[in-house]
């Protein structure tokens, strides 16, 4: 192994590229503490840059035999790190900004904008849907759900059997089900 302090980064690569496991070692052992104190110096958290430096070299030697390494080792591992820790940076502005709208929204109690307006959207698409029900489906679909009247309260008030309110109900439920299935899954996704 100690011959291996010896060979060049070139050299290193091509016996990488043939699995050699020594040459592998003498990468990370002559690379690691420097892309450490580089990655350290823009995380200042330990835990996370020992997790990219390991993705990384885990990610050299599962890729060895098909990896591009036509440019300078040592430039490849700093953009390397680099990047890495740009994503971290990304992932944890998406966290901050969730947790900042989930906040905002539990102290005012209020939707987004956007979600405001998918709202209104899917209410407004709803509301086309229930008119183009017939017409006494269209009743009793109302009086059950605008009105809030129990299937024998509709029974009563339009001389049917609450049988038949019952179905005409689950009728246009299923209805509904089926042309808003799509628009529904078209605004929330």
Known sequence: MSGYNSYSDD???ILLKQGDLNAFTAIHKRYYGVLYSHAYKRLADRE???DILQELFTCIWNNREVINLNVNL???LYTAVRNKILNVYKHQKIKSD???S???FL???EPTPDE???VKELIALVDAEVKSLPAKMRLIFEMSRNAHLSHNEIAEQLNISPLTVKK???NSLKVLRLKLGTHFFMIFF
């Open 168 to 170: 005409q109900v689950n």
């Open 98 to 100: 969730y947790a900042a």
């Open 74 to 76: 040592q430039a490849y």
């Open 102 to 104: 989930l906040e905002s």
């Open 48 to 50: 996370e840059v020992k």
């Open 107 to 109: 102290v005012n109690n």
């Open 11 to 13: 050299e290193l690569i």
């Open 116 to 118: 405001s307006l998918r």
